[in-house]
């Protein structure tokens, strides 16, 4: 799994779409439309800083699912996030080693008292159309991400500046109203160019699709439900990428992305745990890595239901699950529990906090505690005359969360409970049943920050469309852990918070921890430099590199 868009605290894990295309290698040919007029002198402009060490190929990846907004204040998953790591900067990044480093800023300075950033931003930087990035881009975007009419979902992280001061072209000292430990790294968010956005619908802006960025890669075309095309930029202000084009293809069956690998007609993929352990054979021109991904799967409940008001009944599905049953059989060994909302790699996890035991006659207990007994004798709980059922929904083209939903289907038949189950394509399901809150229970993943602070998750406050506390959680003393969390820096003091939050989370079960799954990339041997870090994988892509002998596709 490349990077993530770092400084989001929360973005969607996987996707799905429609139509795939297959890229062969083609021979140069002469550019024949504006695009490829462009695309030529691109190409050209990289070769002359190469000259002929090792620049060329493309890197064709597969993804689940297409994107969403090419920008990435509007962006929440992960297919838009792969994109727009590529075609924008933030004001700081992390490093390999999660070290916080300058990206756009060339280096800031924080106050003692944490309210105020000063940051000295790099100069000579230019945005891919050609026009001087500066502090007014900046500010420009601080306005969007607070701007009420403006569908983000990160506003939380800036609605506590106080006052955004341009100084100078390339200085801006940001003041906040309270400490704000996240502050630094919530300057990560993808800066947009004013010079673009400034007249018309941002939310539907022609920009959101045709994105202009000061990053490594160039836009060129995106198809819908089919494929995403960049191309590198020869004037990237750290030095052009060594990689010609990246290409974003949209295969929405991971069977079928495994097909596609055998044929290889893609370079990279994240394996299933089936498809990890299979034929290794297969793999020959592969390089597989493994390790610990900085996320978890999980059931999460619509609060707003009736079903699912008290927290005994959650508990009582909960004991009612064979947890262990679905990781054995879906991770194969590959992956750990998930107990609450932090994975075992955070410095937040909390190792006191327990698993639930899955014991089906305890659950039984408590569900006729309240009442849901089997008053027909027909094998399923009722109450008032109406049965115990729900449907969970999940979205196509992830196999281990629809194996997940008939695991929990089976398992929750066994205590009475009938469950439904629905598969949906991506776009309906994230815009027409989980911003809607249109749904029971939803099968789905979250990759996290590295910053504990999950205020946009669990804050009461974080409820509308859009937002991410879709599950529509209220709790006070959360609430407070969170504000409190946000206004520490020392990480032993943050950590004692973190830890109790995710103590009341796993009592409160707004969702079923489901597991941690590893991470599982396969990447083509002819690429030069992948190289795992505790950042993850993808951190370098910018150095890898074909050798020229190996190079598959001709750069055109």
């Known amino acids: 799994m490349k990077k993530k868009l770092f400084f989001l605290f929360l973005v969607f894990c996987f996707m799905g779409c429609k139509k795939t295309e297959t890229v062969n290698p083609v021979r140069n040919k002469s550019p024949k439309t504006t695009a490829d007029a462009q695309r030529h002198r691109i190409s050209n402009r990289v070769k002359q800083i190469f000259g002929n060490n090792n620049f060329g190929d493309y890197y064709v990846e597969s993804s689940i699912g297409d994107a969403s907004y090419l920008n990435p204040i509007l962006a929440s998953d992960s297919a838009s996030s792969d994109i727009n790591n590529f075609v924008f900067n933030g004001l700081v990044k992390y490093d ?4 916080i480093v300058g990206d756009l800023a060339e280096s800031w300075t924080v106050s003692a008292d944490g309210k105020t950033i000063i940051f000295n931003l790099k100069k000579n930087i230019k945005w891919h159309d050609g026009k001087q990035f ?13 701007d009420p009419k403006v569908k983000t979902p990160y506003s939380s992280d800036f609605e506590l500046v106080k006052k955004f001061e341009i100084i100078n072209p390339y200085k801006i000292k940001i003041t ?3 400490p704000f430990s996240p502050g630094l790294i919530s300057w990560g968010m993808g800066i947009i160019p004013k010079h673009i956005f400034q007249y018309g619908d941002f939310n539907t802006h022609p920009a959101n699709r045709k994105p202009i960025g000061t990053g490594p890669y160039k836009f060129v075309e995106w198809k819908t439900d089919e494929k995403i095309v960049l191309v590198a930029n020869p004037d990237y202000f750290e030095g052009p990428p060594h990689i ?14 495994f097909l596609e690998l055998r044929n290889e007609t893609i370079d990279y993929m994240g394996l299933t745990p089936d498809q990890y352990n299979a034929y290794p054979s297969i793999f020959t021109n592969y390089n597989k890595f ?10 999460g409940y619509n609060l707003l239901n009736p079903l699912f008001k008290e927290k005994e009944i959650r508990q009582a599905i909960v004991h009612s699950i064979n947890k262990k049953e679905i990781i054995d059989g879906i991770l194969l060994g590959l992956g750990v529990p998930a107990t609450g909302p932090y994975p075992p790699t955070s410095w937040a996890y909390n190792p ?8 089906p006659e305890k659950a039984k207990k408590i569900f006729q505690k309240f009442g849901w007994i089997d008053s027909d004798k027909d094998g399923m709980l009722d109450k008032n005359g109406k049965k115990f059922e729900f449907t969970i929904i999940t979205n196509q083209g992830n196999k281990s969360r629809a194996v997940a939903a008939e695991l929990i289907q089976a398992h929750l038949k066994k205590v009475g409970i009938k469950i439904n189950i629905r598969i949906l394509e991506w776009s309906t399901f994230i815009h027409q049943y989980i911003d809607k809150k249109n749904f029971d229970a939803v099968i789905l993943g979250w990759q996290l920050s590295r910053d504990p ?9 974080q409820q509308k469309e859009g937002q991410y506390n879709f599950v529509s959680y209220q709790n006070k003393e959360v609430d407070k852990l969170l504000e409190e969390g946000r206004r520490i820096f020392p990480e032993k003091q943050r950590q004692k918070i973190y830890r109790k939050i995710h103590k009341i989370l796993a009592e409160d079960q707004p969702y079923t921890f489901l597991y941690v799954a590893d991470a599982l990339p ?3 041997k002819r690429f030069i430099g992948p190289e795992v870090a505790p950042l993850g994988i993808g951190w370098n892509f910018r150095e890898w590199y074909v050798p020229k002998a190996n190079q598959k596709y001709l750069v055109k």
């Open 96 to 99: 390999k080693n999660i070290n």
């Open 134 to 146: 500066t502090a007014e881009d900046v500010k420009f975007t601080y306005e969007k991400l607070v």
């Open 176 to 178: 906040y109203k309270e």
């Open 244 to 257: 010609a084009k990246y290409i974003y293809r949209i295969i929405p069956d991971q069977a079928v992305q």
């Open 290 to 299: 493994r390790y610990p991904s900085f996320g978890y799967a999980y059931l």
């Open 352 to 359: 006191e906090v327990s698993d639930y035991e899955y014991n």
């Open 453 to 461: 602070d999950q205020y946009p998750l669990w804050h009461s406050s």
């Open 522 to 524: 396969v990447i083509h």
